[in-house]
C-alpha cells in the first residue's frame, strides 16, 4: 500500500477482555515497530521485527501483551486481560531495513494509529 | 540507557515568527535523528531525518541540524504559518547499548501559531 495502515482505527472495549491490533506496514519493508503513546507523552517503544522474527521485545509491560508477524509483513499486537491503564494510541512504523548506516533505508513511517480505550 | 529531551514543551507564536526547537540526547551512538509532526488525533508525519554523518537536512521552511557530539539538534521553522501548528517530536535510531534498533522518542514541543 501508499502508506502504513493500521485498523481499526478506535477500539473500546471492557476491562478483562481480549484485543487485537493489526499493522500492515508499507510493501516490502522488513523492519516493523509498534509503539505506545499516552496522552502528552512521546511514543513509547514496545518490540521490533526484523522480518518475522521479533528482534527486540524489551519494551513489552508485561506477559498480557504479545505480537506476531507470521509471514514477514502484517503484524498483530495482542494484549490479553486488558485493563483500563492499557488505554492510550497504539502506532506502528515500518522502514525499508532495520538499520543501514548512512542509507535513507532508515527512515521510518508511521500509520495514524489505534486508539484503545478500556472501560 | 538512551534519554531524549525537548525544549520547550510548548510555545505560542505569532503569524511569520522564525523559530527553533530543540531536541537533546545522552547517547551520541546513533545512526540517525529523525523529526515528526503530529497532529491532534493523528499519527507521526516525517518531516527530515539526518543520518549520523550529516550536520542538517533542509525541506521548504524547515532546516534540522544535528551535533552529534553534543548530542543536540535543532529544527528551525522560518516564517511560520497557522498551519505548522502541531506537536513535533524528535526521535534518534540507536546505535549501541541496550537501546540498539530502536527509536527513541522526546515527549514534543507542542507548536501554537496564532494569525
Known amino acids: 500500500g501508499a502508506g502504513v495502515s493500521q485498523t481499526p482505527s478506535n477500539k473500546v472495549t471492557e476491562k478483562g477482555k481480549y484485543v487485537e491490533l493489526r499493522c500492515d506496514p508499507i510493501s516490502g519493508h522488513t523492519a516493523l515497530y509498534w509503539y505506545r503513546q499516552s496522552l502528552g507523552q512521546g511514543p513509547e517503544f514496545l518490540i521490533y521485527?526484523?522480518?518475522?522474527?521479533?528482534?527486540?521485545d524489551s519494551g513489552l509491560p508485561n506477559d498480557r501483551f504479545f505480537a506476531v508477524r507470521p509471514e514477514g509483513s502484517v503484524s498483530t499486537l495482542k494484549i490479553q486481560r486488558t485493563e483500563r491503564g492499557d488505554s492510550a494510541v497504539y502506532l506502528c512504523?515500518?522502514?525499508?531495513?532495520?538499520?543501514?548506516?548512512?542509507?535513507?533505508?532508515?527512515?521510518?513511517?508511521f500509520g495514524q494509529g489505534t486508539r484503545l480505550t478500556v472501560v | 540507557k538512551q534519554e531524549v529531551t525537548q525544549i520547550p514543551a510548548a510555545l505560542s507564536v505569532p503569524e511569520g515568527e522564525n523559530l527553533v526547537l530543540n531536541c537533546s540526547f545522552t547517547d551520541s551512538a546513533i545512526y540517525n535523528l529523525q523529526w515528526f509532526r503530529q497532529d491532534p488525533g493523528k499519527g507521526l508525519t516525517s518531516l527530515l531525518l539526518i543520518q549520523s554523518s550529516q550536520r542538517e537536512q533542509t525541506s521548504g521552511r524547515l532546516n534540522a541540524s544535528l551535533d552529534k557530539s553534543s548530542g543536540r539538534s535543532t529544527l528551525y521553522i522560518a516564517a511560520s504559518q497557522p498551519g505548522d501548528s502541531a506537536t513535533y517530536l524528535c526521535?534518534?535510531?540507536?546505535?549501541?547499548?541496550?537501546?540498539?534498533?530502536?527509536?527513541?522518542f522526546g515527549q514534543g514541543t507542542i507548536l501554537t501559531v496564532h494569525p
Open positions: 512504523a515500518s522502514s525499508l531495513m532495520g538499520w543501514e548506516p548512512g542509507s535513507r533505508r532508515t527512515e521510518a513511517f
Open positions: 521485527f526484523q522480518g518475522t522474527g521479533a528482534a527486540d
Open positions: 526521535a534518534v535510531l540507536n546505535a549501541g547499548g541496550t537501546s540498539y534498533g530502536k527509536l527513541t
